[in-house]
């Protein structure tokens, strides 16, 4: 028996995520997305995964360009998740007015940033609707050890399950 949908989205938005925005540069392109679909994965060496709608600009930069970073947020502001859910704006100092940086791997880095992992793609595998990146951190930084990261419990944003029509 199939399960019914509206149930499925409440069971999966039950499950505890980080908020983030994921940096991508390919060439001269620079995005920045709001992404909840973020996990460690190994320890040695440090692997980042992040689940990417196969649609958006951001599969595209980081198929292309090899590399994302992750911005971890402070969970007190939570409203600039809101402004990275299409393309991103840049005039070349900032990502939607939000002043960036880069690192290691050239991916935007959010000058806001609470805590961000600068990571090379190592692999990339197709499950659907997504694609798992899996990323090497080669940088990493903390600008605020005592902020407690943003969490998808910190808006009213929902994201998971099936799709909603």
């Known amino acids: 028996m199939p399960i019914d949908d509206e149930l499925l989205n409440k069971v999966t938005w039950k499950i505890p995520n980080a908020l983030a925005l994921i940096g991508t ?25 992040v689940g990417i709608d196969n649609d958006s600009v951001t599969h595209q930069l980081i198929a292309t360009g090899g590399s994302f970073s992750v911005n971890l947020w402070n969970a007190e502001d939570t409203r600039v998740f809101v402004k990275f859910s299409k393309p991103a704006a840049d005039d070349g100092s900032s990502l939607n007015g939000r002043p960036v940086r880069t690192a290691t791997t050239g991916a935007p880095i959010f000058e806001e940033a609470a805590a961000w992992m600068d990571c090379e793609v190592r692999h990339s595998l197709d499950l659907g609707s997504h694609t798992l990146f899996v990323g090497e951190v080669v940088d990493a930084d903390i600008a605020d050890p005592d902020a407690r990261i943003a969490s998808m419990s910190d808006t009213r944003m929902k994201y998971g399950g099936v799709k909603r029509h």
């Open 25 to 49: 540069r390919a060439g001269d392109v620079r995005n920045a997305m709001t992404a909840s679909w973020i996990s460690q994965l190994s320890m040695a060496p440090v692997l980042i995964g």
